[in-house]
């Protein structure tokens, strides 16, 4: 079986689950947490060529299933929990779930993630929708030979995040009161928290964010041009901008208080897509 006829299989069989056309999907990120109405379940071990089924690379705050639903009169597929590349994955299992919601004929992904600050504009709880990204890991999904099938070969990256999307969450958040600032996200590997020196490198270079995810499905997303947005969680600040060390236990709690207005914006935005 090739990755391509993976994904095609896999996009048939949740189809086949679900048995209603899905217009969008939502990835959420450690801690993050978004019920559905009408809401019915798909866990992860229960996809048969699901990449993550074959070692466990668990992290604490990740449900491991998909939930469907809808929200403001659109059909939604949540991821929630994701594949990481600091569990040992490889870029291509990382971005298979990405591939399978553009062949499942998903209009657009939003995916959110927990990330540190370094930029001192933003602070704990805010919510940055993405403008841009550096990757700051020597590795990306599509290394190797390229197929055709999933998109071409040179992926245009002048605009990563899709504007209609990102057009919509503005409105949403100008109407609903909610600050959404926009910034360059850092991919670290991890899974350790950047060191100070790292951090401070990272400023000079332009990022205003660091995180340890979403860069492997956003190039995804893009070589099979699916519509994608990416809705940053400021969970703490960066190494050495905040005195106090990281811990994993603090980023869930303040993702959970996010939540909240991570659902209202998306709830909101969703009212307004096509
Ligand atoms: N660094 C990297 N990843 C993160 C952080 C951080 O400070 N906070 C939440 N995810």
Not at 184 to 193: R, S
Request: hydrophobic share 40%; glycine share 8%.
């Amino acid at each position: 079986m090739t990755y391509y006829n993976n994904i095609v299989e896999t996009a048939d069989f949740i189809n086949n689950f679900y048995g209603e056309k899905i217009d969008y999907a939502v990835v959420l990120g450690s801690g993050i947490t978004l019920e559905l109405e009408d809401q019915k379940e798909l866990h992860y071990s229960e996809i048969p060529l699901f990449p993550g089924n074959k070692k466990d690379g668990h992290v604490k705050g990740h449900a491991n299933k998909l939930t469907f639903g809808r929200i403001s009169g659109k059909t939604v597929m949540i991821l929630n929990g994701r594949l990481h590349y600091y569990e040992g994955h490889s870029m291509k299992d990382v971005a298979f779930m990405t591939y399978v919601v553009k062949f499942m004929g998903i209009k657009g992904l939003f995916i959110t993630n927990a990330c540190g600050a370094i930029n001192t504009n933003f602070s704990e709880g805010d919510i940055v929708c993405l403008d841009d990204f550096i990757s700051l890991v020597s590795d990306n999904p599509l290394i190797g030979p390229n197929d055709d099938r999933l998109g071409q070969r040179f992926v245009d990256m002048t605009t990563p995040f899709n504007e209609y999307l990102v057009e919509n969450l503005n409105t949403s958040a100008k109407e609903k009161n909610i600050t959404l600032h926009k910034g360059t996200y850092g991919f670290f590997m991890g899974p350790y928290f950047e060191t100070r020196a790292e951090i401070q490198a990272f400023k000079t270079m332009g990022c205003d964010l660091v995180g340890m995810s979403t860069v492997p499905e956003v190039i995804a997303a893009n070589h099979a041009s699916l519509p994608v947005a990416v809705l940053s969680c400021v969970t703490n600040m960066a190494t050495g901008i905040q005195e106090r060390k990281h811990d994993h236990e603090h980023v869930l709690e303040t993702a959970k208080f996010i939540s909240a207005n991570l659902k209202t914006l998306l709830t909101s935005t969703l009212e307004k897509l096509k």
